[in-house]
């Protein structure tokens, strides 16, 4: 029975939806302030229902109800209960609904926390979004129901969860990247939203700008977590493949680094836009094309869900749509939306138009890699390969040249500056960096002309930030005071460029330094790796929940001195047979030892095993942590916590428009 009433909850869900795609738009168009004002609450009605049909779900994973053919694929009666609970969304159908469910909680904040926008506005930003979740709607229930039923054949057991899939990173990562993915339809809704009204201004950029930097936050959360998790559950000790579906998340992410500085430009100056509006409806376009990538069986991948092509079909109609229909509506009313801002080439508007180009170019460069393959194929032209040698070949580049400007960018000045000026307050910073990049490297084990030039770039964007932080607060009294006068704003600008650069040093570093060595080993040998000693001490058997594994226990010393113990694990799980590599890992802030099993070797105990020095590896995931925390940091400004419009206001809002 509970099935049932999620699969009814989710059409009722599909009914709101429809209505809020549909009514506060007429009313938009007729100015009847009725119909507009119903769209908070068929928005909020749409969440409930959606959120019913995902603990319908949920429940019928907990309670092992095989009768379900998700729960009967997906799940096992074995299966510890925090893996039941992420198994929802450890496949196709599921993760669709978590999908349906993060936009219907975007939309019903963006009807909760927008009261202060004009009626005209929320309506139609809200009409659009419900324009979306119909269509997302329509796809979890016409073609991948979550809650099909096997019946009168129900199976005694379940198949169990994908074993790559039990961990806790799974637990956190898909919602997280999906709240990244469908966050960027805000955007999206709003520029839309601003289209139709046929008028941009800074106002459109304020209220968008918040939505936008953490849906940003967000995404970039989910990637640094995936990257780790990655690292240690695969046992390859890899954080990136360049993988299609990687990229499937890369790329908004890249846009929506354009997307958020365009922003900051409208909002302060009036300029870009029309650029704007195409980079919100291009970085959202570039989330449905993850969907359909993922989805659509086009590609396979250990993070795709490999699903019959008419699917993916499906969702290429609606991409086909609504980028479509975004771009025809762009191409009608950008010519009364273009901006007449002058600006010298030589300030802060020309930097961060810089900035756009590059990341533009940076995303379609990652766009054509990923697609290329597919289309070769799709061509009859053979099977093609894109790898990390293209990537790193067109990508690195591109991110050097960003970074030697991004160090102008909070020194300069908008609407004019003066190449004079920037020598004057960069010029210490840049004898700095300089003097990093020939020295740093000696401290590791040779000198790598790579990790020297890694050094200067981040020594740059550090020491840059620092001489425009001291300009800030060196009028102050205290400097207390003078931190605690500047803008939550300022402080996410600098955590992000912060982290931008120990992504820098960590990604260069552990990638020229690191020291890797496959062996065959047994109990009793020892093995030498960068100054550390791995002791094979014993090969045990142990029991989990639903699996069994060999266990290798290895003793790691240095100068004499023990350091850590690792015990890597070769699982079997029981359900499904499936063999998987559990890895050990002993992490610090400068370096990480990781030791993984392969297969057996010979019939004298001996193993396949894989050690690893990995140098700084922890600071790539440290600087997107500062990165989603400074897009987070940007939206406790006070200019986007104003007080609420009056009813009164809001009426008149609605009547004469925006």
């Not at 990247?177 to 009204?197: N, T």
């Not at 003097?435 to 981040?458: D, H, I, M, Q, R």
């Amino acid at each position: 029975m509970i099935p049932e009433v999620g699969h009814y909850a989710l059409i009722v869900a599909l009914c709101l939806a429809a209505i809020l795609a549909v009514l506060p738009a007429w009313g938009a168009w007729r100015r009847d302030v009725v119909s507009m004002g119903l769209a908070p609450g068929l928005a909020v009605g749409t969440l409930v229902f959606v959120g019913i049909s995902f603990a319908c779900l949920a429940t019928a994973f907990l309670q092992d109800d095989f009768s379900v053919k998700l729960v009967a694929n997906n799940s096992n009666s074995l299966l510890p209960a925090v893996y039941k609970f992420s198994a929802v969304w450890g496949n196709h159908e599921g993760s669709l609904l978590l999908w349906a469910l993060i936009l219907a909680m975007w939309t019903s904040a963006v009807a909760l926390l927008s009261r202060q926008l004009p009626l005209l506005v929320l309506s139609r930003v809200l009409a659009v979004m419900g324009a979306i979740a119909v269509g997302f709607l329509s796809f979890s229930l016409f073609t991948s129901n979550p809650f099909e039923r096997l019946l009168p054949g129900v199976p005694a057991d379940g198949s169990d969860l994908n074993p790559l899939l039990q961990d806790p990173g799974l637990i956190i990562h898909p919602p997280l990247l999906y709240m990244g993915y469908v966050g960027f339809s805000v955007a999206f809704a709003f520029a839309i939203a601003a289209l139709l009204g046929g008028r941009l201004d800074a106002s459109w950029a304020r209220w968008s700008r918040p939505w936008t930097n953490v849906a940003w936050a967000f995404l970039s959360l989910g990637i640094m977590l995936g990257s780790w998790w990655a690292y240690y559950e695969l046992g390859w000790g890899g954080w990136w493949f360049w993988d299609p579906v990687e990229n499937a998340s890369f790329m908004p992410w890249l846009a929506g680094i354009a997307l958020i500085h365009s922003l900051a430009v409208t909002e302060k100056r009036g300029l870009f836009k029309s650029w704007t509006v195409l980079l919100a409806i291009f970085t959202f376009s570039l989330s449905l094309l993850g969907t359909f990538l993922v989805r659509s069986g086009v590609l396979t991948s250990v993070h795709a869900f490999a699903t019959d092509p008419a699917r993916g079909l499906f969702i290429l109609l609606f991409l086909a749509l609504v980028v479509g229909g975004s771009l025809t509506l762009y191409a009608l009313r950008a010519p009364a939306v273009s901006s007449r801002v002058s600006f010298a080439w030589v300030s802060r508007e020309s930097l961060l138009l810089f900035n756009n180009v590059v990341f533009l170019v940076a995303t379609l460069t990652v766009l054509f890699g990923t697609l290329f393959p597919l289309i070769m194929d799709a061509l009859g032209q053979g099977k093609y390969s894109v790898g990390p040698p293209y990537f790193n070949a067109v990508f690195v580049p591109l991110m050097a040249l960003l970074a030697t400007f991004m160090g102008l960018g909070p020194v300069s000045r908008w609407k004019s500056d003066s190449v004079s000026r920037w020598r004057g307050e960069l010029a210490l910073p840049a004898v700095v960096a300089v003097a990093c990049g020939l020295t740093l490297p000696l401290l590791g084990v040779e000198y790598n002309l790579w990790v020297a030039l890694a050094a200067l770039l981040s020594a740059w964007l550090v020491l840059g930030l620092a001489r425009d932080l001291w300009y800030r607060v060196r009028g102050a009294t205290t400097l207390g005071r003078g931190l605690r006068r500047l803008s939550p704003s300022y402080w996410g600008m600098l955590l992000a460029h912060l982290g931008f650069a120990a992504c820098i040093i960590g990604i260069v570093a552990t990638s020229q330094y690191s020291v890797e060595r496959d062996l065959k080993m047994q109990p009793g040998d020892s093995q030498v790796l960068a100054g550390y000693r791995f002791d094979f001490l014993e090969l045990a058997q142990v029991r989990g929940p639903n699996f069994v594994a060999d266990e290798a226990r290895f003793r790691v010393s240095r100068d004499g001195d023990v350091v850590t113990h690792l015990a890597p694990q070769k699982r079997r799980y029981l359900a499904s047979g499936s063999v998987m590599t559990e890895a050990a890992i002993d992490p610090g802030l400068f370096r990480d030892l990781y030791v993984a099993m392969g297969e057996p070797v010979g019939a004298e105990g001996a193993w396949a095993i894989r050690l690893h020095y990995k140098p700084m590896v922890r600071w790539m995931w440290l600087g997107a942590i500062f990165m989603g925390l400074g897009g987070f940091a940007t939206t406790l400004d006070r200019r986007y916590r104003r007080q609420r419009r009056s009813a009164r206001e809001g009426l008149q809002g609605a009547l004469h428009g925006a």
